[in-house]
T-cell receptor, first 115, second 115 residues
Framework: AQSVTQLDSHVSVSEGTPVLLRCNYS??????LFWYVQHPNKGLQLLLK??????LVKGINGFEAEFKKSETSFHLTKPSAHMSDAAEYFC?????????????FGTGTSLTVIP | DTGVSQDPRHKITKRGQNVTFRCDPI?????LYWYRQTLGQGPEFLTY????????KSRLLSDRFSAERPKGSFSTLEIQRTEQGDSAMYLC?????????????FGPGTRLTVL
């Protein structure tokens, strides 16, 4: 079975400091991993995805994530937080055995950016 | 804007009433998904279509729920005899069938409140 654990339900950082949002996954097969962001009253937006190519994935708005198979992790980072990064972030897993390709979401991490 | 639209954006209904939601996916996408998101949780898979065929349904989809995608384009999700526990955000997503898990593009959601 596939699942995702987001280790922090809330993260608070100061503007201009690094962001780290942690995600661990469980998948018996080669996973595809995604990070989505959800701003208030907006739809889910794809930040980045890993699909068995380079393990360091760069996304939009300066975010990146590194796939570490040995640690079953896919943590999201950004060198310098901006006020507009305040939102809910979801880590998502899917895999090739899953013919329906449905996504399994974590419970989300709420990011607060302090001015 | 991802190109996936949902209507209505908000729906308030009384317990026992029927409601229907509509999703218009990105036009060339042959897969369409429905998810449900409750407060403080990540979205949970309900069902998906490949073209007009409904290929999988989650156990979350009770017999009061029915979904259709009659011509392989837009989809509807109907909930009969609504209950207060049905209050949630209902999300639609679409993707292009590919060799593996593809990116899903999400609509803004329909927020259902059952009084």
């Amino acid at each position: 079975a596939q699942s995702v654990t987001q280790l922090d339900s809330h993260v608070s950082v100061s503007e201009g400091t690094p962001v780290l949002l942690r995600c661990n996954y469980s998948s018996s097969y080669s996973p595809s991993l995604f990070w989505y962001v959800q701003h208030p009253n907006k739809g889910l937006q794809l930040l980045l995805k890993y699909t068995s190519a380079a393990t360091l994935v760069k996304g939009i708005n300066g975010f990146e994530a590194e796939f570490k198979k040995s640690e079953t992790s896919f943590h999201l980072t950004k060198p310098s937080a901006h006020m507009s990064d305040a939102a809910e972030y979801f880590c998502v897993v899917s895999d090739l055995r899953n013919t329906g390709n449905q996504f399994y979401f974590g419970t989300g991490t709420s990011l607060t950016v302090i001015p | 804007d991802t190109g996936v639209s949902q209507d209505p954006r908000h729906k308030i209904t009384k317990r026992g009433q029927n409601v229907t939601f509509r999703c218009d996916p990105i036009s060339e996408h042959n897969r369409l998904y429905w998810y449900r998101q409750t407060l403080g949780q990540g979205p949970e898979f309900l069902t998906y279509f490949q073209n007009e065929a409904q290929l999988e349904k989650s156990r979350l989809l009770s017999d009061r729920f029915s979904a259709e995608r009659p011509k392989g384009s837009f989809s509807t999700l109907e909930i009969q005899r609504t209950e207060q526990g049905d209050s949630a955000m209902y999300l639609c997503a679409s993707s292009l069938l590919a060799g593996g898990p593809g990116t899903q593009y999400f609509g803004p959601g329909t927020r259902l409140t059952v009084l």
